[in-house]
């Protein structure tokens, strides 16, 4: 073999690997990279938008602007999804889907604005108080979802459950840590607030939470007694007098009346 062929197959450049069959190269590329990048919706719809692109006769700008633009809204709407699934609501519920002229005591203008976070930022306190049955637990999942939906952390417990929850981290000495965490929510919403009767050291103990929250984060409560029976479940004069001080101070209140929703749907299905 001659030395002029024995360097030209040394110098010879490999051959580039072929993609498979059917499978544009380039498309295989953005796929990774997105991929890489942790771009979803870049990956799944950037086709799409390229088609569009032409058809419109966009620039490369134009087009890149299109391209962030879906994923921005994506991933708004994937956070969205997450904040409302980690607020552990126990059954789905919207503000739209409350029935107002079933229940005529409920101001919809007024529960409305509610959905606005800007309560919620200030730190304010929410009660909502009426017989069981007129929608509170209704009205409490839907205004913690929306807000949720604007980007602001929200957990959902019973009144009972979170107390437990207390007693058990009292006695595990976690209680700072516990405390701690319920802290870091923007809005706290209490279900079947008053249902139970607490001892005095499940008192102290919620009592606490109200302590830590108070004008720096927001917390809704929804109660089947009014104010005035609150003491049957603080029996502590004192204390039941701070709590409610605590939930009412520059608050918001929704009294949803007497009249269950349920019974009166029950009846009419009947007559039916």
Known sequence: MSATASTAKVSRTPRPRQSAPGIDPIDAAI??????????????????IAEQALRD?????GFLLDLLRAEITDR???????????????RPKRLEDFDYDKNPHVDAVYVN????????????????????????SHLLIGIGTA???????????????LVNELAEAHNEKRLSKTLYRYARYDLLCLDEFGYLNLDRTGAKLLFQIFTEREERKAIAVASNAPFSEWDKTFTEERLCSAIVDRLTFNG?????????????????????
Request: proline share 3%; hydrophobic share 30%; glycine share 6%.
């Open 147 to 161: 807000i949720a939906e604007h980007g602001l952390k929200v957990r959902y417990t019973t009144t009972a459950n």
């Open 57 to 61: 006769r966009a620039n490369y700008k």
């Open 252 to 272: 918001y209140l929704v009294e949803t009346g007497n009249d269950s929703y349920r019974l009166q749907s029950t009846l009419e299905r009947n007559r039916s």
């Open 31 to 48: 796929d990774t990279a997105c991929t890489e990048l942790r771009l979803p919706s870049i990956r799944d719809r950037y086709a799409d």
């Open 113 to 136: 604005n509610l959905a606005n976070p800007a309560w919620v930022r200030a730190g304010a306190p929410l009660v909502l108080v009426g017989n069981s049955g007129t929608g509170k």
């Open 76 to 90: 708004d709407e994937r956070r969205k999804q997450r904040l409302v699934r980690d607020a552990a609501f126990h």
